[in-house]
């Protein structure tokens, strides 16, 4: 067992320290709270926080009040964790009163107690080896201090934030101060009272023009300019720049895409661009996206409102991330560019921009297109009968060790159920269903395996915590994830355990307190753990470092964003899907571009690798927060394999790059976490995978992984080839795969309707109910999952006080069949009463009493 550490405080990942110390388908939930506990469904979970747990931790009374460091401006309802600015809110470690380096790009920032300290950084600073553990960032170097004459603040507060922005505030008594600084914002925005505006430069600046109320100088290699309002005027004595503003409080700061070999003239131009932007000051940011279904296309709109502090203008200076502009519709970019941690930012203007990305599918399994005859059939039944006894083989009681056992049951239920062999499947559904439901049950008392909810924080806990989930509000969406895909697939199986009237709730309140995909749902942070601009998830709740925020394992990231599409369109909630496919989507082009750098473009040209296990605010680390070894390092962002991982596949060249440059730096094929590796070597090599898996014998599989998820990916993958990224469907759950040019097209109907998938090539795929359907180069039907696709009508509740002491009669009433007392029934058993007939939920005997419409915990209807 290799433990998971990945974010203890003021712990540093095994690299060099040094640097780093510079719509339709909502699930209509009621809800019924006590003083102790919340009743959702047939589940539960607790406000009383239980005995010997811990809350969020942080600076001064921060576990109880966590606006402790919020003005009463900013917006009301739970308070955002998780984010590039995080640390400005919830302070902790060694700076309680300001915050840690804010990595907003393409500019960097620091509050202190004369203002907002600025950096622009274009040089990477490289550490480590580039064929060992290594790291390159651009740190955070202050050139200016943006204040008020006089300033001295005790603290900075959070008086404000919107989707990508935030607004900290400083005030002494005397004097304040307000700026908004942004993702993508080259310009940021000051109102100051009590005093003249003034810029503390770190060195002599060079001024290169001082007219019309705008400065512009240079200072560190690169270039600024403040601009004032009309009439207004700016002075230099030394180091420091003031400007009384004409008595008008606001002006904005401005930092340049400019190269160091720039003139004055192309200085001096790129001022007068910006210009008509500098007073319209940004006020708020918001993200909207939609999906559609027939063209498999995901759509993003990115907006900017803006207050004119001078004249009617609008619209602002927008830098965007790679991520973004490879995908922009609608507007060409000017031919600057800034330089960022994440690549080139490419600049347009205006006040919105769009993206149009292909969402080209996940599937709830590979299907058994290469394995289901022969001797391949053999190993597979094999190794399936193998888990029988202990499918989710669980290595802790904790949220991230229970979920690593949940996802691995789930691959054993998907795989067993292709081939017909339901004693295995219904065992791993059976513990999927058991524990999961074991912790959606908040019995007064109980201290272990249940979910507590935190009114003041807006955050759902989930205790055994580990890895800082409690204290720190990490990684949530690395734990709930496995959690809410192995719902998934129990839901496609038992849709009455899913219903709301159920469990459903409590498997909603999971997905929202990750990422909460509902703007009018105040108890939890709109899409909590995912930057909306920067276009994945961040780990840390606080991201109180030197080097901002930071996220390892992206892929675990991926496994949550593809639970919600599988527990979307398990339920028949389009909601939860299209934010699942929207999540993916973007996450997907993130991954590809800031961790694996498919088109080498990104990363420091002088850094070595072509890989960063962990992307931090400022820049990348081959390093993990728990191990050295170079299959770790390269695996973490792998796991779990599942069919929500395919995008993986989307740059075979980049997989068998990737995979090539850990066998180079570690000097052999690897020795741990193998099976990982050997799956993410099929998406860009299926047949050298295969091989290596054949020739290996016996090997210790990752510990969430089986032998026989292992066997059946990248035996499948061989059959199938590599994916294919330029399709898609009308449906969420399809894949097309192409091997030596040959195509094979892939759908999943987990409904009890036969459907017929559309594919963007013009190919058409039918598929019956239940099945998935491989056709073209390879062609396989196989599956058993109808339950999907729509949730069963809402029953009443179980009676919260013990059923009446009268028992039901105890022979079957008239019209029932195949029901007796005393009498053990298998999980899918079924019985008839009065034209309804009932499915057996969990297996057990029977009691003395007629049990299908009376005991809904074991018997759901048909």
Sequence with gaps: MHPRPRFRPRVLPLATAALLAVGAGLLAVTVTSTAEAATVGAGSYTETLPAGRSLPTGCGNLSTNPREFVTANAPAGAVPTNDWWSSLLFK??????????????????????????????????????????GEYHYPYAQHIVVGVAGLNAPRALVDGWSDWTVSPYWSDG??????????????????????????????????WQNTGGRIGFSIGGHDYVAYGPSGSAWTLSGTTIRSNLTGQGYFSVAVLPTLSSAGTADKVALADQFQPYAHNHVTG??????????????????????????????????????????????????SRTYVSPRGAMKIVLGTQFQTSMRYSGVLPELPAAGNSSGADLTQITTLLNNELNNPADFRGDDTYWTGKGLGRAARIAEIADQFNLTSVRDSALNVIRTRITDWFTASNGKTSRLFYYNRPWGTLIGYPASYGSDQELNDHHFHYGYFVAAAATLAKFDPTWASGSRYGGMVDLLIRDANNYDRSDTRFPYLRDFDIYEGHDWASGHGAFGAGNNQESSSEGQNFSNALIQWGQATGNTAIRDAGIWLHT???????????????????????????????GSGGAYATWFSGEHEMVVGINMLPMTGGQLYLGDYPAAVRNTYAEMVRNKGAEPALWRDILWQYLALGDPDAALSKLRAAGSYTPEEGESRAHTFHWIRNLAALGQVEPTVAA?????????????????????TNTALTVAFTDGRTLAVPAGKTV????????????????????????????????????????PGATSWAPNTAYATGAQVTYSGVTYRCIQAHTSLTGWEPPNVPALWGRV
């Design 730 to 750: 009308n449906h969420p759950l399809a894949k097309v795969f192409s091997k030596n040019g040959a195509k094979t097209y892939v759908a999943s109907n987990i």
């Design 92 to 133: 902790r470690g060694d700076d309680c009163n300001f915050s840690q380096p804010l990595f907003a790009g393409p500019a960097s920032y620091r509050p202190g107690t004369g203002g907002l300290g600025l950096s622009y950084q274009t040089d990477a600073a490289i550490s480590g080896s580039g064929t060992g553990v």
């Design 586 to 616: 973007t996450q997907a082009a993130a991954i590809n571009e800031y961790w694996f750098d498919v088109r080498n473009e990104n990363f420091p040209a002088n850094w070595g690798h072509n890989y960063t296990a962990i992307a931090w």
């Design 174 to 207: 005397a004097r304040t101060l307000r700026a908004t600084i942004g993702h993508g914002l080259p310009l940021s925005y000051y109102r100051v009272t009590g005093g003249d505006a003034q810029l503390s430069i770190t060195g002599p600046p060079t001024v």
């Design 285 to 334: 940011t918001r993200m909207s996206y939609s999906y559609n279904a027939g063209n498999g296309t995901v759509s993003t709109t990115y907006a900017f409102t803006t207050q004119a502090m001078n004249g009617s203008g609008s619209g602002t200076v927008v830098a965007l991330y790679p991520h973004q502009w490879r995908y922009l519709t609608g507007a060409t970019p000017l």
């Design 774 to 813: 491989a056709s073209g180069a390879v062609n396989w039907s196989g599956g058993n999952a109808t339950g999907g696709g729509t949730t069963p009508p809402p029953s009443d509740p179980p009676p919260s006080d013990p059923p009446p002491s009268d028992p039901p009669p105890s022979d079957p009433p």
